[in-house]
């Protein structure tokens, strides 16, 4: 989920969810204007002097006023959303040193600028860190296993869900991503954005590790907008054939795969890793739920509310339905006295994105599971 080192810096400074305080002054009410005795004096009198209008003392005040009362409300709207987010913070500052010392150990340099290619770099830092150990090793030549328009079985659905879905780690964050290609991975914008060209992406159950580089981005990763990223990678990645859902519906079955950190916390292959030591990605987490709604359908960005558990780290992974197709990205989540609730951003706004940037995905048939 979000990066939010800044953003609790933020909240902290002013006080979470805390406006300014602002006293509204009573203006006093605006005398009618006087009107001219010389227009109604009687002929051969002496009109009385004209009284000007009285001038508002308030003006200035009230200009301040307004100003106050915009900027007021501009930061109460800027809080609401990151109050939304900051639950979407991935690490505690901890693990975010260690993350750093990682990179630091691995020595890893940025790649270069080109755009749509893999990385050049080749790995010699074998003697490192343990995720740089792993970039030696590639993913098995599975055969496509892509999703068909039939309801997955369990053993098929968790083989296409493992190499779908890898881990995202840079020095300031750490999410999940989804194969969207042979050298490709999609994730959210807010996983990557401060990675300062260092990402590595990590998979467990095709064992390996590359290292990547983020080649194209959305606009922002701002609250309900787009947020998505493209990272290359320097290796081939499992052949998953995936596909889009074609208009998922309220009640469609779902499942939620990725990295989540409070489940990830107790991974000793994780815990490893932190430690500089010779460890695996960690076990990939999914979780079944049903969508809620499809909310802001009509909007640029619609997106899907479901029932699947995801916490901080399930950014970026994907949200799939039961014949394994992609129904949406784990976006945010957000926490109230209400209870949690998760969102994914829709299959057809990944579409546009992966479109505008050649990389696009086929929409499936009508997962038979939820036709009706």
């Not at 080192?5 to 203006?27: K, P, R």
């Not at 003006?59 to 939304?84: G, P």
């Not at 987490?285 to 009509?298: A, C, E, F, P, W």
């Not at 619609?302 to 029932?307: F, K, L, Q, R, S």
């Amino acid at each position: 989920m979000r990066n939010s080192w800044g953003i609790i810096c933020i909240i902290a400074g002013l006080g979470c969810g805390a406006g300014f305080a602002v006293a509204q002054t009573a203006g006093d009410a605006t005398s009618p204007a006087q009107q001219n005795p010389a227009q109604t004096a009687p002929s051969g009198t002496v009109p009385a002097q004209t009284v000007p209008a009285p001038v508002d003392p308030n003006i200035a005040l009230r200009d301040k006023l307004a100003k106050i009362r915009k900027d007021n409300d501009d930061l109460a709207a800027r809080l609401k959303e990151l109050q939304l987010l900051i639950d979407l913070n991935v690490c505690d500052p901890a693990t975010k040193s260690k993350i750093e010392t990682l990179f630091q150990q691995a020595s890893l340099t940025p790649p270069g600028d080109d755009q749509m290619t893999p990385m050049a770099a080749e790995v010699t830092d074998t003697d490192t860190a343990g995720m740089i150990q792993q970039s030696l090793r590639t993913p098995s030549d599975a055969p496509a296993i892509g999703p068909d328009s039939k309801p997955l079985d369990q053993a098929k659905l968790l083989k296409l869900l493992n190499a779908m879905t890898v881990f995202v780690i840079t020095p300031n964050a750490f999410g999940s991503g989804i194969v969207v290609g042979p050298n490709l991975v999609l994730t959210n914008r807010h996983v990557v954005e401060e990675s300062k060209g260092r990402v590595i992406v990590m998979n467990k159950a095709e064992a390996f590790a590359f290292r990547g580089k983020v080649v194209a981005t959305t606009e922002n990763s701002d609250f309900n907008h787009e947020d998505f990223a493209l990272v290359s990678v320097d290796g081939t990645l499992p052949a998953v054939a995936p596909q889009l859902a074609a208009a998922p519906q309220p009640l469609d079955r779902v499942i939620a795969a990725g990295y989540p950190g409070t489940v990830i916390s107790n991974d000793q292959n994780f815990r490893k890793l932190l430690e500089g030591g010779a460890g695996d990605a960690p076990d990939l987490v999914l979780s079944s739920g049903i969508i809620n709604t499809v909310q802001n359908s009509n909007s640029a960005v619609p997106v899907i509310v479901h029932t699947a558990d995801i916490a901080p780290g399930s950014s970026g992974g994907p949200l799939v339905n039961s014949c394994g197709q992609i129904a949406g990205i784990n976006t945010f989540l957000r926490q109230g006295d209400g209870g949690t609730a998760r969102f994914a951003i829709s299959a057809d706004v990944i579409g546009r994105f992966l479109s505008a940037h050649r990389a696009a995905l086929p929409v499936g048939p009508k997962c038979g599971a939820d036709a009706g």
